[in-house]
């Protein structure tokens, strides 16, 4: 089965950066679309964004956009978000997911790791 482990989460001040990562094993990397997504203690899970080499261009949520960049490296089957100008609203356990549907089915997902924004 597809196994995801999430890292690089952590306390930064607002207006810092961090990368996440996402390692995948257990299926063809080629073959899966990876995206990520936060969640807030108590409310829904938002769709941050997703890489999909069936679409042209990568998925952002309006939140992120100009802030976040994700990126994949095929050799080392890791999937990568980096954040910049970051906010405290930007405080979320971050997911990472995968599926073969340009994650509109997040068949597989990640323990999570917790980014918390300070300011």
């Known amino acids: 089965d597809v196994q995801l482990q999430a890292s690089g989460g952590g306390l930064v001040q607002a207006g810092g950066s961090l990368r996440l990562s996402c390692a995948v094993s257990?299926?063809?990397?080629?073959?899966?679309?990876i995206g990520w997504f936060r969640q807030v203690p108590g409310k829904d899970r938002e769709g941050v964004s997703c890489?999909?080499?069936?679409?042209?261009?990568?998925y952002y949520a309006d939140s992120v956009k100009g802030r976040a960049t994700i990126s994949r490296d095929n050799a080392k089957n890791t999937v990568y978000l980096r954040m910049s100008s970051l906010k405290p609203e930007d405080t979320a356990i971050y997911y990472c997911?995968?599926?073969?549907?340009?994650?509109?089915?997040?068949?597989?997902w990640g323990q999570g790791t917790q980014v918390t924004v300070s300011s």
């Open positions: 997911v995968a599926d073969q549907n340009y994650c509109l089915d997040r068949r597989w």
């Open positions: 257990g299926f063809n990397f080629d073959h899966l679309d």
């Open positions: 890489l999909s080499s069936g679409a042209s261009t990568p």
